[in-house]
């Protein structure tokens, strides 16, 4: 993953689509002082459609918002502002400070694991993809972290509809990119060789469709 991030920060050129949906939004809610970019990028097979980095301090927003060729091909207008605003929600609600600080939490966690164990940290790392499996397996929900990770894609979806004043581009963006199944999880952690979904296009769409 971090990998295929260096690969498109280095491919992804400046988008005047993206970049003026991004400084509508800010100028439409007062607040013109960003340093927020659209990017486009020529994706691979297994490169996420869209993406952002990016975070707010001192009510600044900075940040990149990547989107894929591809994704830039099939969407209407409308749905691209959807796609555009959910990235702009993550950056402004500051979802990557959240991230990190579960990212933190799980290697301090494999520290103890090492500790107590007295096993090597690559060691520690496979128990607990073990634990969360078997975590998984037994109470039939999601950890934690996949729980954390979930709340951010709603969050990031309400804020674009209700944006919008509208739920439809959001459903019919989501519909496409499920490309005909929507069980299949939107965004997935990957501990190791296991694959943990952290929410569905049918467990977003289910939350606008129920949100009134
Ligand atoms: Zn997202």
Redesign the pocket.
């Known amino acids: 993953m971090a990998s295929n991030v260096e690969r498109i920060m280095s491919l992804a050129k400046s988008d005047v689509r993206l970049q003026t949906i991004v400084n509508n939004y800010f100028l439409r809610i007062g607040h013109p002082q960003h340093f927020v970019g659209g990017l486009s990028f020529k994706e691979n097979k297994d490169d996420s459609p869209a993406f952002c980095l990016g975070f707010q301090t001192f009510s600044i927003p900075i940040g990149f918002i990547f989107v894929s060729e591809g994704l830039l091909g099939v969407l209407t207008q409308e749905e691209l502002e959807f796609v555009v605003l959910?990235?702009i929600g993550?950056i402004t609600k500051n979802h990557v400070v959240g991230s990190s600080f579960v990212w933190l939490m799980k290697s301090w966690i494999i520290d103890m694991i090492a500790d107590m164990f007295e096993v090597s940290k690559q060691k520690a790392k496979q128990y607990l993809e073990l634990l969360k499996a078997f975590y998984v397996l037994i109470s039939q929900k999601k950890t934690p972290e996949e729980e954390a990770k979930a709340r951010?894609?709603l969050e990031?979806d309400n804020f674009a509809y209700v944006l919008q004043g509208r739920k439809d581009p959001a459903i019919s963006t989501l519909l496409k990119l499920s490309q005909g199944n929507i069980r299949a999880p939107t965004h997935v952690t990957f501990d190791g060789s296991f694959p943990f979904p952290i929410v569905t296009y049918e467990e977003r769409i289910e939350a606008i469709r129920r949100d009134c």
């Open positions: 959910h990235e993550h951010y894609e990031a």
